[in-house]
Structures are given as structure tokens and as C-alpha cells.
């Protein structure tokens, strides 16, 4: 995409990869490369571009070529270099994917369309556009992951040329490549391109920290740089003078990983250990574990910091064996241990599968499985199911940096079957990553065979067992027992389709007493001409309006019976509620959950045995109260607003609901202490208590209870009017 020139002084032009030392490039390492393609597409891309500038002062052109080259790097195969040399001409000049189709085949169209951005959603805050066009581009990788890599490369060399860019577009690239490509190249390991992003995004968001890393960094070479090669030539005797032949190689962290891990760890520089790492590269897998018996044996290992991710490994396919001993001089260091195809994997990621066999060139899926890989693809999966299922731009932003910043846990299936998940995932994320059924019937979980809440944080090695209900339910608050977006999305999805059933029920329930405030059954009632009236597509939609108060079930009534408007349809409502009659809706039992379109107020706090009513309130559902809450009088006046409502047999007997109780107590030692004890022999349970008032001789108090019914509320309340200290108790009335 073009950029603003910048303001200043024309820079130096950088030097442009030429055709032949493109095609050289890619012919080093595949012979069979197509040569004439891609020299009709460096052409191509140089006239499309034509006199297009970057802000660097290079014709833009440099930038298509300079990504190409950066993938060559990585050996990919000849669709993705001129993927990468096309891969912005349809955004930005007059070519077109069929241009492209019929001059480089359908496998380069389809691959420059997943990389160029399809959307420009100007109406929308800018973080929402980026969210957009986030969303489409996995969605393509989902196909084909060579959309990624153009794209990673291609935002490498932007941030390599990011100094010429304005300064307010500076930091906004900058955030959007650590918290999004950054992440994206880890997740199919290409930490060599992920490591460079991150540095360079750093510099441009805090370049005084990283500067100041950078000091103690050079500080620290000028001091330890001949102990770090001198440690690595003992390691490599060592493990000569026992029969293993291995490369060892030293190296320094970067200031960007120092600079998390002191966010992460609170501490100063000084307490970091593990500035200097050691790479133990040897033949075989075997090897790697051998090697790791020598060096423990060697150098004292530091308790918990080894890590077996040859046996585990990670969602990227990374293999190695991390341990950190005391080594020689005192130094503590940390060894990574793994084969050389192992650490081709860790640097390059997927593109460490792209080879040469069979007399062609291509991605080797056979080879890779045979490394101890994975489909690279499977660790994005998880995020183009959550964008598949409809979630917000921000949601996606939201779970993927979540998700791709967080550690992971290993947890197994009773039957075994291995389950990755982040770290601090609970058992909710666990159900819902076997299968969503399973998330939406879970009612609890067995870990290691003992019941556990909810909210417990899972650990490695944990075998996790859901316990699963008759029928799905996933209560609202159960978003904050999950932290994957999976998980999350799902009981989102469910809760939205719950909301309309019940929001649909309780519009039935509305419309059904309104026309029998009116002497009219809504079964004999034809509604086609409210629904025409009201531009609604069909009677589900409009209970749905009507039970979130989005439309009166007396204006549907004043439609269909003109001539009653104004006489009957709203004066009879409110006297058939008072006198309990007519009840229509059941609380409990009909088919309605509390706390999706039913709520119970916290004025008067209804429990069962109460006289209570419902007010309909826009978008919030039903909120009962009881006959007599004072709230009642804020309500409208319009009585279809108004539901009847009964407390079912089941509620009255088997129900434990909460109720506040106001008390007025006299101030002396030990009350307190005797109205609790009061309340216990009751079978009440306080669930909070707050100190209202206080005087010289009295005080005021609210307790909230549990209790069966409104005749145990008042058996307690009885209790505490016996006590000589206690002056006054009465129900919470709004």
C-alpha cells in the first residue's frame, strides 16, 4: 500500500534486489523453480507500481521485491516469491485477481488475494477496521498458510523501513506488529521473523528501555564474553569425552525478551539469571537426552526450570529440552538441547518443511509428521472457529492476543487424549475444547479424580474429568470461568439464542394476557396486519420486540382491535393483577430462567410465598417485586407492561431464595453475637451484613438471608422481635 512521503530530506535510495539475483536465489535451493514466471512478475510489479514512492523515497516497487527476497530466505517455493512480488497490486494499482489468474495461474490469485486487504471500513474507528481486516486474512491462512508468511515478511520489511513513516502512524504499526504478527509468526514458529518484529516494534514504542537494556547488555559482553565461549568449548569436551559429538553455541537474550520477562517477574536487571543461553545441537533424539544425563550430571541443575517439549511439543512443532544448572565458573545458564532439524524447526517454523523431493519442490507434510510436527495450521484453528461464529472485531483482537501471549498447560481426557490449553485456563475452557456439547452440559469437573470448583486454575498433568448434565445451560457468569476464546464465544453464542427463546416466551406470555384483558385469544387472532403495521418479518419476531419491551403489547392490540382503543384494552390490568387473579406466567417451572430474561429486584427482594408482579422493562426482560415494593410506583403507566405471576408448587416447597431484612438493634456487647445465634436456630444463613447507622444507644443494620419461603423469613424475623435488644425488624420494601 502506498505510503506518505515523509516531510523531510529526501533519503538515500536502498538497493533493489535485481531480477537476476532474485532468480539465482530461489534456484540455490530449488533447481526447478519456474525462472520465467518469476521474471514475468518482477516485471510485472514494476510497471504496475510504476512511479508509486514509498516514504523512504524508493519507488515502491523496492518493497514487493525486498519481501520476495526476505522468503527466499526461508526457501519457499515458487508461488509464494511471486505471491510476494504481486501481493500488493491489486490493493493498489488497476490489476485485477482475474489479471492475475490469467497471467500467473489460480493457486497466485487465490494466494495475493488472501494477502491483500479487502476491506477499507472508513465509517468505522480505526482499531475495528484493523480488526476486520485481521479477521479475513486468518481466515484465508486457514486455507493456505503461505498467506502468512508473504504477510509476515511483508510487515518485516515495512518495520524495517519504519522510520520514515510519520510518528503517530509509527506507534500504531508498532502496537498492531507486537500484539497481532509478532504472535501470529510464533504460533507457526517462525521465531526468527517473530524475534526481529518484536525488536524492531520495541524500539519505536519505548526506545528509552530498550536503549537502556542495550547498555547492560554491551556492559555485560565487554565482561563475560570470553567466559560465555570459553563455557561453551568445556560443555562440547564433556559431552566428547562421553561419546556425544555436538555443537554448542552461545547467546544473548534480547532486550525485548529481558524487558517482558522484568514486566513479568517485577525484579531489576540484576536478578535476572538467564541473560545467556546455550544452544546443545547433537545427531539425534536420543542424543538429546543423553547429552541432558551429562550435563546433570556435570553441573548442579536449578530445581524446576526443566521443560520437556521434545516429548510435549509445543503447538508450533517446537522440540527441545530446556534445563537450567549452575555451570562452570558459578554461571548460571540455560541450555537448550535438540537436534539440528530441531533447530532449523525453532527458527524457521513451517517454512523449515518446504523441501526438495520427488524431482519437486513444495511443502513436505510427510517429512515434517516424520520430524514429530504438526499441521501448522491446527494451532490457528481454535481463532477461526471464534471469527466463524459471527464474534465482534474487538472480541477477535481481544482473544487473540490473549490467547498467543499466554504459556500452555497440559491436561489429559480420563481416556488420555492429551489437551492443550493456555495457562490459567479452567475446566470450562478444558469442556469446550473436547467439544462445544460438552462445554454447554457441563455442571462441574472431577480433577485427578476429586470434585473442584469451577474456578480452579488447571496444571500440568492434570487428568480432567466434565460432569455433564441432562440438558444445556451456560449461565452468564460462566464467561468468567473461561479464558480462551472459544470457550468464551460459545457460551456467548449460547446465552444469545437462549435470551431469544425466553425474550420470544415472555412476549407470548405479554401479547396472550392483553388479549385477554380484551375479552380475545390470541390463537384465533391473525397478527399479519400488526406485523405489516410494525415492519416485522414474522410473529416470532414480534414476541421478541414485545418481551424486551421494545414494543407494547398494548399497541399491538390498539392495531388489530381499532375499535377498543382507548376503551378496556388498559384499564382492567393493574385491579386483575392486585387481586391475584388471572395469573398467566409462572416464576419458576415455566420454562424462563432467572437471570436471562427474568430477575428478581434487589429493592424488595421477592422469595416464594410472597404476593408478587412483574414489570416489563425495555431490553432487560421481566424484574418481579413483591405486591407491596415501593418501587412499584416508578413503573409505567401502561398496564401491558404489567404481568401476572404465581410462584409454582416446586418453588414454594424446594426453593432456597434470598431475602434482606432491615433491623433496628440496641448498642450493647454481644448483640450482634445473639442475633446471629437467633437466625442459625432458625435455619436462616446471613450472607452479608452491613452496618447502616449507628448511635450512642441504638444501631441500624442489613442482613441479607437465605431462606425457604416468605412464612420462614417472618418465623425469623418473629425470633429477633423476642430479643429484649433488638427494637425493630421488617423486610427490605425498596
Known sequence: MPETPAQAAPAPKSRVLRQFELVDAVKAYDPTADEALINRAYVYAMKMHGSQMRASGDPYFAHPIQVAGILTDY???????????????????????ADIAQMFGDEVAELVEGVTKLSRLEMQAEHTRQAENLRKFILAISRDVRVLLVKLADRLHNMRTLQFVKPHKRERISRETLEVYAPLGRSIGIHSIASELEELAFEHLNPTARTAIQRRLDALKLEHGAAVEKVAEEVEQVLSDTGIQARV?????????????????????????????????????????RALGVIHRE??????????????????????????????????????????????????????????????????????????????????????????????????????????????????????????????????????????????????????????????????????????????????????????????????????????????????????????????????????????????????????????????????????????????????????????????????????????????????????????????????GLTVHTIDCNRLADASDDDSVWMDLQWTPQAQHDAVATTKIVATMRNAPGVLGQVATLIGEAGGNILNLIMTRRQHDFFDVEIDLDVADARHATLIMAALRANPFVDEVERARG
Not at 382 to 387: F, G, N, R, S
Not at 463 to 486: C, H, M
Not at 538 to 555: N, P
Request: glycine share 10%.
Open 75 to 97: 526457501r519457499l517455493d515458487t508461488a509464494t516469491i511471486v505471491t510476494a512480488l504481486l501481493h500488493d497490486v491489486v490493493e493498489d494499482t488497476s490489476a485485477t485477481k
Open 249 to 289: 553455541l552461545g547467546r544473548q537474550k534480547t532486550p525485548y525478551s529481558i524487558w517482558r520477562k522484568l514486566q513479568r517477574k517485577s525484579v531489576g536487571f540484576s536478578a535476572l539469571s538467564d541473560i545467556y543461553g546455550f544452544r546443545v545441537l547433537v545427531e539425534n533424539e536420543d542424543e538429546c537426552y
Open 299 to 620: 553441573w548442579p541443575m536449578v530445581p524446576e526450570r526443566f521443560k520437556d517439549f521434545i516429548s510435549t511439543p509445543k503447538s508450533n512443532n517446537y522440540r527441545s529440552l530446556h534445563t537450567t544448572v549452575v555451570g562452570p565458573g558459578g554461571l548460571r545458564i540455560e541450555m537448550q538441547i535438540r537436534t539440528e532439524v530441531m533447530n532449523r524447526v525453532a527458527e524457521d517454523g513451517v517454512a523449515a518443511h518446504w523441501r526438495y523431493k520427488n524431482k519437486s519442490y513444495g511443502f513436505d507434510r510427510e517429512g515434517m509428521e516424520k520430524d514429530g510436527g504438526r499441521d501448522p495450521l491446527l494451532t490457528l484453528r481454535h481463532l477461526v472457529q471464534v471469527m466463524e461464529q459471527g464474534e465482534g472485531g474487538e472480541d477477535w483482537v481481544e482473544h487473540a492476543k490473549l490467547e498467543m501471549y499466554l504459556d500452555q498447560v497440559f491436561v489429559f481426557t480420563p481416556k488420555g487424549q492429551l489437551i492443550t490449553l493456555p495457562r490459567g485456563a479452567m475446566p470450562l475452557d478444558f469442556a469446550y475444547s473436547v467439544h462445544t456439547e460438552v462445554g454447554d452440559t457441563a455442571v462441574g469437573a472431577k480433577i485427578n479424580g476429586e470434585l473442584k470448583p469451577m474456578r480452579t486454575l488447571l496444571q500440568n498433568g492434570d487428568v480432567v474429568e466434565i460432569v455433564r448434565g441432562s440438558k444445556k445451560e451456560a449461565p452468564s457468569d460462566w464467561r468468567n470461568l473461561t479464558i480462551t476464546g472459544r470457550a468464551r464465544a460459545a457460551i456467548r453464542r449460547f446465552i444469545r439464542a437462549s435470551e431469544r427463546d425466553e425474550f420470544q416466551k415472555l412476549g407470548k406470555a405479554t401479547l396472550e394476557q392483553a388479549f385477554a384483558r380484551v375479552d380475545k385469544v390470541l390463537a384465533d387472532v391473525a397478527l399479519a396486519p400488526a406485523l405489516e403495521t410494525l415492519v416485522l418479518q414474522g410473529e416470532e419476531d414480534l414476541y421478541d420486540s414485545i418481551g424486551r419491551g421494545r414494543i407494547s403489547a398494548t399497541r399491538v392490540v390498539e392495531i388489530l382491535f381499532p375499535g377498543l382503543k382507548g376503551a378496556g384494552v388498559a384499564n382492567s390490568g393493574r385491579r386483575r393483577i392486585e387481586d391475584g387473579t388471572d395469573a398467566r406466567l409462572f416464576v419458576r417451572g415455566s420454562g424462563l430462567t432467572p437471570g436471562v430474561v427474568i430477575h428478581f429486584g434487589a429493592c424488595c427482594q421477592p422469595v416464594p410465598g410472597d404476593r408478587i408482579i412483574g414489570v416489563l422493562e425495555a431490553d432487560q
